[in-house]
């Protein structure tokens, strides 16, 4: 009996240590940082910046990280300068992106907010569709699913593969979305790239070889203000923050599920541990 009620003191003692340092892990877990601020891995290829690159574009990942509010932030920026010009995104307020980004009010006004914009106005284009219609023989889509609808990858692949193309009326295309209507934008930044095709035989149904020109990689024709990586970065980080955009809620939850799976985690050993308690004198 006796050693019975000391060996129940005792798993009493250690379990309510147990709780303890669960609270104790809670709590420095709840204050500590949460957007760990992690880089993302390189894309875009390892040739990226020698004479010729790009052959392996379709392996192009965007490596992007919704945690990373720094280039959110950057992201945001650069979308205000660089698309909003033709692109919306409707279904966002100003106002929610600077509170999900952490930008403060006054630089939101200062930096970002288009002319005439109110903290609560949705990220609207003030270009007018049927002018778009006339301009680029499509209204450019509204970007605020479109990371959902095409995925990360494709869209940084979009931004990364523009090149040089006469025949086409805006004297761009694109590897990701041939004959696009979209011009090449950011060749201010990129600079100019041409595609290199080389001769691809292939065999026809009734045995007959054709060849056909095939792209194999990208030649810049004339620098931008940017040097490759850092071209890459940027276009990292519009795509970053249009997948922030396709779902405003995932960087709060995907940190919240850490430790909400933690949490489950321990307490599964925990309820381990009081069931062997109450248990071992059953025997
Ligand atoms: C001068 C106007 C203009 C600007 C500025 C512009 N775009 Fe576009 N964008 C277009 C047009 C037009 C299309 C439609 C292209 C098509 O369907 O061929 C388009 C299409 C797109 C698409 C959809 C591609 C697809 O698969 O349907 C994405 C993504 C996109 N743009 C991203 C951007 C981003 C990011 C920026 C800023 C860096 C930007 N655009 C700036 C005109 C513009």
């Given at each position: 009996m006796r050693t019975n009620g000391s060996r129940a003191t005792r798993g009493r003692f250690l379990l309510a240590a147990i709780v303890q340092c669960v609270l104790v892990t809670g709590a420095v877990a709840l204050l500590s940082p949460v957007h760990a601020a992690e880089e993302a891995a390189p894309a875009g290829g390892k040739e990226a910046g020698k004479e010729g690159w790009g052959s392996d574009w379709k392996t192009w990942r965007a490596?992007?990280?919704?945690?990373?509010?720094?280039?959110l932030q950057r992201g945001a920026r650069d979308f205000a300068s660089y698309c909003l010009g033709c692109h919306s995104l409707k279904y966002e307020r100003w106002s929610r992106m600077a509170k999900d980004l952490d930008i403060p009010e006054d630089i939101l006004a200062k930096d970002v907010l288009p002319p005439?914009?109110?903290?609560?106005?949705?990220?609207?284009?003030?270009?007018?569709?049927?002018?778009?219609?006339?301009?680029?023989?499509?209204?450019?889509?509204?970007l605020s699913l479109m990371a959902r609808a095409r995925g990360k990858d494709y869209l940084y692949r979009f931004l990364t593969t523009f090149y040089l193309d006469p025949t086409r009326p805006t004297?761009?295309?694109?590897?990701?979305?041939?004959?696009?209507?979209?011009?090449?934008?950011?060749s201010e930044?990129?600079?100019?790239?041409?595609?290199?095709?080389?001769?691809?035989?292939?065999?026809?149904?009734?045995?007959?070889?054709?060849?056909?020109?095939?792209?194999?990689h990208f030649e810049q024709v004339a620098p931008g203000r940017l040097s490759r990586a850092e071209y890459e970065g940027f276009a990292r980080d519009i795509v970053n923050f249009l997948d922030y955009v396709g779902e405003p809620a995932q960087a709060a939850r995907r940190s919240l599920g850490i430790w909400v799976v933690l949490f489950l985690l321990v307490f599964t050993w925990l309820a381990w541990l009081m069931k062997k308690e109450f248990w071992k004198d059953v025997h």
């Open positions: 490596g992007t990280d919704v945690e990373n509010v720094a280039s005439g914009d109110k903290p609560a106005s949705y990220i609207l284009t003030s270009m007018p569709a049927a002018d778009a219609e006339t301009w680029f023989g499509k209204t450019p889509p509204d004297g761009a295309n694109n590897l990701q979305l041939p004959a696009t209507a979209m011009p090449a934008v950011l930044l990129e600079g100019v790239k041409r595609a290199v095709y080389k001769n691809e035989e292939t065999q026809g149904a009734e045995g007959k070889t054709t060849t056909e020109p095939v792209f194999d």
